[in-house]
């Protein structure tokens, strides 16, 4: 997508402070954290949101979140995390491209949000 800010991050055309890259998805610091630890899980394909994205684009997101388990260590989140994906106008989603946000690194409110 030409004009999406996260496909422009993912192409290296907007400087991001990326932790881990691999064929399907970068890992990048959140601009405003939210968190001690605010990271980003952002597919490298271009979908919306979980409810436009393909059985074959969910197939790899599984496989994503799965190679994120394999990451906590190196993260630095060993003691936990929290996953949210923010989805349309009532989630507050600001940028429509699927992203993960990944908190943790300190101890999180057991309130949702
Ligand atoms: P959303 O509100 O869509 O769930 O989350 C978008 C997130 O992207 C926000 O937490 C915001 O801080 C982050 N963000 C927006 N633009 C950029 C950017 O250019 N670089 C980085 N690293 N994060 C961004
Ligand atoms: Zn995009």
Redesign the pocket.
């Known amino acids: 997508m030409e004009n999406c ?1 996260f496909c422009k ?1 993912v192409r290296g055309e ?1 400087p ?2 990326k932790v881990y890259e691999d064929e399907d998805m970068i890992i ?5 954290p ?1 968190a001690e630890t ?1 990271l ?1 899980l952002i597919p490298k394909e271009h979908y919306a949101d979980i409810i436009e994205m393909s059985d074959a684009e969910a197939a790899t997101l599984g496989k994503c979140l799965k190679k994120l388990s394999r990451l906590v260590d190196e993260l630095g989140l060993s003691e936990g995390f929290r996953l ?3 989805k349309g106008k009532h ?5 429509p491209h699927l ?1 993960i ?1 990944i908190l943790g690194g300190e101890q999180l409110n057991d309130k949702m949000c």
Not at 91 to 95: L, M, T, W
């Open positions: 800010i991050i907007i991001s402070k990048i610091k959140d601009l405003n939210q605010h980003l949210v994906s923010n989630g507050c989603q600001s940028v992203h946000h």
